[in-house]
C-alpha cells in the first residue's frame, strides 16, 4: 500500500468517534477539494495529500485547546511510513498553520501546499455544508441557535476566539463570511464565492423566519 493509502486508513481509524463536523467525511471532503485546487497550481502533490488527510488528526477544540497533539501525531504516524524529514516538516507545517483562529493569528510558516489545503478546509467551513456543520458544533456545545440580544463579537484574539461560546448564528459573522476575502488560490476564490451567496441567502431566510415575515 502507498503511504497515502496508509495514511487514509490511519486517519479513518484515529476519527472513528469524531464530532460529526469534524469526523472523515470532513476530512475526505477537504481531501477532494485540496486535489482539485491543486490541479491548476504549481505544488508538490504528495504533500497537498498528507497535509489534507492529517490535517485534523488531532483537533486543538477537542483536546482541551492543546495545539500539539496534532503535529505530533501527524508527526509520530510520518515517521512509521518511512516519510522523509522534509515532506514530514511541510506537513507539520501546514498542520500547525491552517486554523482560522479569529482570523488574527499571523502564520509562521508559508507555503503554495499550505495556501492549497488551508482553501480546501475553509471550502467545507462554508456553504450548504459549512452551515450544517455550524450547526452540528453548536449542537454539540449545547448552544443556543440565536439570541438576538447576543452581539457577534469582530476582530476576536486568538485566545478570545478559541473561548467564545457565542449563539451558533453569530459564528457566520465571525468567522464563515469573512472566509470568502481570505481565499488563497484563484480555484479556492471562485468555488467560495457562491458558497458564500448561499450563505447569504440562508440568513435572509432565517431572519425571515424567525421574526415571522415568512
Given at each position: 500500500m502507498s503511504i497515502i493509502e496508509n495514511t487514509i486508513h490511519f486517519v479513518k481509524k484515529q476519527l472513528e468517534n469524531a464530532e460529526g463536523g469534524h469526523d472523515w467525511?470532513?476530512?475526505?471532503?477537504?481531501?477532494?477539494?485540496?486535489?482539485?485546487?491543486?490541479e491548476g497550481e504549481n505544488c508538490?502533490?504528495?504533500?497537498?495529500?498528507?497535509?489534507?488527510?492529517?490535517?485534523?488528526?488531532?483537533?486543538?477544540?477537542?483536546?482541551?485547546?492543546?495545539?500539539?497533539?496534532?503535529?505530533?501525531?501527524?508527526?509520530?504516524?510520518?515517521?512509521?511510513?518511512?516519510?522523509?524529514?522534509k515532506t514530514i516538516a511541510h506537513v507539520v507545517g501546514i498542520i500547525e498553520n491552517i486554523s482560522f483562529k479569529g482570523g488574527n493569528f499571523e502564520r509562521k510558516f508559508n507555503s503554495k501546499e499550505?495556501?492549497?489545503?488551508?482553501?480546501?478546509?475553509?471550502?467545507?467551513?462554508?456553504?450548504?455544508?459549512?452551515?450544517?456543520?455550524?450547526?452540528?458544533?453548536?449542537?454539540?456545545?449545547?448552544?443556543?441557535?440565536y439570541d438576538p440580544r447576543i452581539e457577534p463579537k469582530l476582530n476576536m484574539d486568538k485566545e478570545e476566539y478559541?473561548?467564545?461560546?457565542?449563539?451558533?448564528?453569530?459564528?457566520?459573522?465571525?468567522k464563515l463570511l469573512l472566509l470568502k476575502d481570505k481565499m488563497n488560490t484563484v480555484s479556492g476564490k471562485k468555488i467560495a464565492l457562491e458558497r458564500?451567496?448561499?450563505?447569504?441567502?440562508?440568513?435572509?431566510?432565517?431572519?425571515?423566519?424567525?421574526?415571522?415575515e415568512k
Open positions: 467525511f470532513h476530512i475526505e471532503r477537504v481531501y477532494k477539494n485540496a486535489l482539485l485546487i491543486a508538490d502533490i504528495t504533500v497537498v495529500a498528507l497535509g489534507a488527510l492529517l490535517h485534523d488528526i488531532a483537533d486543538s477544540k477537542f483536546h482541551d485547546g492543546d495545539e500539539t497533539i496534532g503535529p505530533k501525531t501527524a508527526r509520530d504516524f510520518l515517521q512509521t511510513q518511512n516519510a522523509d524529514e499550505l495556501e492549497i489545503v488551508q482553501d480546501a478546509d475553509r471550502l467545507d467551513a462554508i456553504g450548504a455544508i459549512g452551515i450544517a456543520r455550524t450547526f452540528n458544533y453548536g449542537g454539540f456545545k449545547n448552544r443556543p441557535l478559541k473561548n467564545n461560546n457565542s449563539p451558533t448564528l453569530n459564528h457566520f459573522y465571525e458564500h451567496q448561499y450563505m447569504e441567502n440562508f440568513l435572509t431566510q432565517f431572519y425571515a423566519e424567525w421574526n415571522g
